[in-house]
């Protein structure tokens, strides 16, 4: 039910992409990083989605007040949704620009992760009318992580899962929850 909670999530995005974008007290350098988190983790929700559900409801725009009369609103179809996912990713790219840096940690969104993504996507994509354009996109966005990024593979398969070993050369994103987290 309720698309698992993912429309919670994208109106939070959705509130912080429009205040970033009408406020001057962030500097410009954080506000294109956290824009760059911002329209990658939208991204992200809404190819969730469209993968579960297919059409679902397209919202870019924040949520700060309900009007009853006009609650309703239709489903778009796939080819919309995925071009918003598609869109998103390069709005991300774009205000990342060519920091690939991990803040905090690799559980934060990053430009890897976007990249990471943008394969998903446009691999998803290939088998699905995308054809040879779209694997090829894939492709050029797994060979700029192995290029800018630094990711190797671990000399032995179980120490990526580690638990003293989190955040490891093979990890471009991941999840964490920590006590109370969750």
Same mark, same amino acid.
């Given at each position: 039910?309720?698309?698992?909670g ?6 939070q @995005? ?6 970033l974008?009408e +406020?001057? @007290? ?5 506000k294109?990083?956290?824009l ?6 939208r991204a ?6 469209y /993968?579960s ?8 725009e924040?949520?700060v +007040? @309900?009007?009853?009369?006009n $609650?309703?609103?239709?489903? +778009?179809? =796939? ?7 598609? =869109?998103d990713?390069? *709005? +991300?790219e774009?205000?990342?620009?060519t ?8 559980s934060?969104?990053?430009k ?7 394969? =998903?996507?446009? $691999?998803?994509t290939?088998? /699905?009318g995308?054809a040879a354009a ?6 050029s966005? $797994?060979?700029e992580? *192995?290029t ?5 593979? $671990?000399?032995?398969f179980?120490?990526?899962f ?5 955040g490891?050369?093979e990890? @471009?994103?991941?999840? /964490?929850n920590k006590?109370? =987290?969750?």
């Open positions: 039910g309720n698309f698992g993912f429309y919670n999530n994208i109106n @995005i959705n509130l912080l992409i429009s205040k974008n +406020s001057n @007290i962030v500097t410009d350098a954080n294109k990083y956290y760059g988190i911002a329209y990658g983790m992200y929700y809404y190819f969730q989605m /993968r559900w297919g059409q679902v409801i397209i919202q870019t924040p949520t +007040s @309900i009007d009853i009369s $609650l309703a609103k239709a489903a +778009s179809p =796939e080819a919309d949704v995925i071009k918003l996912v598609k =869109e990713i390069a *709005q +991300s774009a205000n990342f620009g920091n690939y840096t991990y803040r905090n940690t690799k934060f969104w990053s890897p992760a976007t990249l990471m993504l943008k394969a =998903e996507v446009y $691999l998803w290939s088998y /699905r995308g779209d694997a090829t996109t894939a492709k966005a $797994l060979t992580i *192995q800018n990024v630094g990711a190797a593979l $671990l000399p032995s179980a120490n990526v580690a638990p003293a070993n989190k490891n050369a990890i @471009i994103f991941a999840v /964490r006590t109370d =987290e969750a």
